[in-house]
């Protein structure tokens, strides 16, 4: 019998990759996702890749009587992987009580229940935004927490500090930022806001959906005056979350990993890549900076590669490809 994992968000962008990985890995996955900003379609998605229907749970996970039924309705649930929060910068800023009450509340409420219901294996979805603007780079697991530039990144120190705290064994993934989609095109960010982020913002400019890309800053101190991020795969990205349950599953205890390439890139690196694996012109300008962005940041990845035996794959110019694909398959 496969082990069951219960995947909160499994409908999102790196959750949905995640579904299909732990599919193959001989996991179950149960999904619980209030598609608040997720789509059913991601499921479909997922169940045309794996040949299989999945168990989908339609509820808010900070709403702990609908949660507790999932504990109640599924024995013998091995790990939990905790995905479902709010995730836009920009929004945090305006309603930043919004995102406490919903980021930390959820996570109280998934560790409440993994305590009563004895699921000691949990994962979360940490970001390298509790970072800051580090010193030194690139950031090691050890490099302190930074300044929280958003409400969205004091959530996610406030949760890494409250699983250091508790019973349950966890790792804790800082994502550095995910691009691209699922080479079949059929799961991807399907995210209802507006997109923020560069590459799907890229996508559209490229899909003339926008007229063109507003490179935020071009007086950084970096190799060409824009900021620099480490990109990596979201396929990539989500094959860590198999190898955490595994790795927790002969260690217990409380881990962190930087989940990136290793590599870091400025905004132009990726219009310039984008445009020449795609063949396309992408129209830019240069403008002011953006408030809350800091200048650089890019992973040492050693320590997931020596203990969770994980490291990022695919290629820079495959993920952009993907990027552009998911815009014309989506
Ligand atoms: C940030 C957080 C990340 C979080 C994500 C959620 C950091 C280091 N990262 O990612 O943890 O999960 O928000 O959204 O805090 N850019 C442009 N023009 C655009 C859009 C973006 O120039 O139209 C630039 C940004 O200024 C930035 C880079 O592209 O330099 C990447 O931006 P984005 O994709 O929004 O991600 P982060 O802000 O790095």
Redesign the pocket.
């Known amino acids: 019998m496969s082990k069951k994992v219960v995947v909160t968000g499994g409908a999102g962008y790196i959750g949905s990759h995640t579904l299909v990985d732990l599919f193959l890995n001989g996991y179950e996955p149960i999904v619980v996702d209030n598609f608040s900003n997720s789509s059913i379609k991601n499921i479909e998605g997922v169940e045309e890749l794996i040949q299989q229907k999945l168990k989908v749970y339609n509820l808010n996970c900070c709403d702990y009587s609908l949660f507790k039924e999932v504990f109640e309705s599924e024995k013998n649930i091995t790990a939990l992987i905790h995905f479902a929060a709010l995730?836009?910068?920009e929004e945090s800023l305006k309603k930043p009580a919004l995102y406490f009450d919903n980021n930390v509340k959820s996570l109280e409420i998934a560790l409440a229940l993994c305590k009563e219901y004895k699921v000691n294996n949990f994962v979360f979805s940490s970001?390298?935004?509790i970072y800051g603007q580090a010193k030194e780079l690139p950031v090691v697991e050890t490099t302190p927490f930074g300044k929280p530039?958003s409400p969205?990144?004091e959530t996610?120190q406030k949760c890494e500090e409250i699983l250091k705290k508790d019973f349950v064994s966890s790792v804790s993934l800082r994502?550095f930022?995910p691009i691209g989609s699922h080479h079949s095109g059929l799961i991807g960010d399907r995210s209802r806001d507006n997109p923020?982020?560069?590459?799907p913002?890229i996508t559209r400019v490229a899909a003339k959906k926008q007229e063109k890309?507003?490179?935020?800053?071009g007086d950084y101190n970096t190799h060409d005056g824009?900021?620099v991020?480490d990109y990596i795969h979201v396929a990539d990205l989500a094959s860590s979350h198999v190898k955490s349950i595994q790795y927790l599953e002969e260690n217990s205890g409380k881990h962190v990993f930087n989940i990136g390439t290793g590599f870091g890139y400025s905004?132009l690196d990726i219009l310039k890549a984008f445009s020449e694996s795609n063949n396309i012109e992408v129209p830019y300008e240069i403008v002011e900076r953006?408030g809350g962005?800091?200048e650089q940041?890019y992973a040492d990845t050693s320590l997931a590669q020596k203990k969770l035996k994980w490291s990022a794959r695919t290629s820079l110019k495959t993920a952009v490809r993907d990027a552009w694909n998911w815009e014309l398959m989506k």
Do not use: H, M, P, Q
């Open positions: 995730k836009s910068v970001s390298c935004t530039e969205y990144a996610k994502y930022n923020a982020n560069l590459l913002i890309l507003l490179v935020f800053g824009t900021c991020r905004v953006r962005d800091i940041i």
